[in-house]
């Protein structure tokens, strides 16, 4: 999602052992000779009443349409959602549907119903390729995708002209001259947060998929970013900080974001921000927006929103909810007031004269939304705290990630 980093899952891995050994998903309910179909989802629309209107709509139009389904849609806050998940879930309490995140998907594989049982082929052609994957786990769709958001590089005309660069970046090799340009100007080419808080998805990994590496083996059972290419990207990265092509002080810290360079207008270029996040500070007529990086690859971190079925819901009555709401017309409403994007290929363009936003929607194709790995989370907090003594020259890229990949692979043992 935009700016929602910090949503990522927090607890379902730990309790997912504990809860799928129970009877798990609410079971479709029976009121008045209708089936219920259950729904949990968390403000996509941050405007309360907005979000409200929107889903009241939708299950009134849905209803009109299928008499004999009832369907309740709850809105819940984002904060702890998944220890709230599981322990509903285990106490056979869960919702028919929820909205999921890709790295939650294998963390609660055992108590989805695939979207592969009720995804019907004509709908299955309309998604994305980049989409389907991101909800994939061991061969199977897992949930049904509802929107997608993708992080090319975006720069600051301002900073570009400042510098004397009349094109954004495009690869690695540009990036760099651009770091070198800048330096002489006063300016950084890039933002790079090392905290070791923020999430890899969005700082690390892309590098890591640029140079042809990946954070697992193909089969998940082993780390893989110990690889020549995660020493040639962490490598590449080290040099900003280095040579003062980046902030040192973002390799330790994540300040507001009003505090930092970035808003100041003294840095070039950034893959970890949204448009929505620097448009106050550099103008909306600033912002030039690139494509994904290229190194070996041409790869962008992006999200993607699902809709999941659980076991024990009414498949046939939650697999009509789920493809209702995932029709272009019925999802618009859901994703313009956050900027997002759909899915599918057949939704027409749902930001006409928006070049920011047509730049970014040509990039969803060229998106990874990280590993579906049930030890995803924990080997990236193994993983970061390594990149970070890289950057700050306590150890070498190779050393870091070796180090790293020890601890990962004994994290994905014990997770199997």
């Not at 061969?139 to 590089?153: C, R």
């Not at 618009?332 to 956050?338: E, H, I, N, R």
């Amino acid at each position: 999602m935009r700016n929602r980093t910090t949503r990522l899952i927090a607890a379902a891995t730990a309790v997912t052992s504990a809860f799928c050994l129970a009877a798990c998903g609410a079971d479709g309910e029976s009121a008045g000779g209708k089936t219920t179909v259950t729904t949990w989802v968390y403000p996509v629309i941050f405007d309360e009443k907005e979000n409200a209107a929107y889903w009241s709509g939708l299950e009134k139009k849905f209803e009109k349409a299928h008499p004999d389904i009832d369907v309740k849609v709850s809105t819940y806050p984002w904060a702890d959602r998944d220890t709230k998940l599981a322990t509903a879930l285990a106490a056979n309490k869960g919702p028919d549907v929820a909205y999921l995140i890709p790295d939650q998907l294998a963390a609660y594989q055992r108590n989805l119903v695939p979207a592969d049982d009720y995804l019907a082929d004509a709908d299955r052609a309309a998604y994305r390729d980049s989409a389907l994957k991101a909800v994939t786990v061991d061969g199977k769709a897992m949930a049904t995708p509802v929107l997608m958001s993708a992080y090319p590089l975006m720069c600051n005309k301002k900073v570009l002209d400042a510098v004397g660069v009349d094109t954004v970046p495009s690869t690695w090799d540009d990036l760099a001259a651009l770091g070198a340009k800048a330096k002489k100007k006063g300016y950084y080419a890039i933002t790079y947060s090392g905290d070791t808080t923020a999430t890899l998805n969005m700082t690390y990994y892309p590098l890591l998929w640029q140079a042809g590496g990946d954070v697992f083996s193909a089969d998940g059972t082993k780390s893989a970013f110990a690889s020549d290419a995660g020493v040639e990207a962490l490598t590449w990265l080290k040099q900003f900080v280095d040579k003062g092509w980046t902030p040192k002080d973002l390799v330790t810290k994540t300040p507001s974001i009003e505090q930092t360079d970035l808003a100041k207008n003294k840095v070039a270029c950034t893959w970890q921000n949204s448009a929505a996040e620097v448009e106050s500070y550099w103008g909306e007529d600033d912002i030039v927006m690139g494509s994904a990086l290229t190194g070996q690859k041409s790869v962008a971190y992006g999200t993607v929103g699902t809709l999941a079925m659980f076991r024990g819901a009414d498949t046939g009555a939650a697999g009509q909810w789920i493809s209702f709401v995932a029709q272009p017309d019925n999802v618009a409403g859901l994703l313009t007031p956050g900027g997002y994007f759909g899915a599918r290929t057949d939704g027409g363009d749902l930001y006409p004269g928006d070049t920011l936003q047509q730049a970014t929607e040509k990039v969803l194709d060229s998106a990874d939304v990280g590993p579906l790995n049930t030890a995803a989370r924990d080997v990236m907090g193994a993983l970061a705290p390594q990149i970070q003594a890289a950057l700050l020259g306590k150890s070498t890229p190779k050393e870091a990630l070796d180090q790293a990949a020890t601890a990962a692979d004994q994290i994905i043992s014990r997770k199997r």
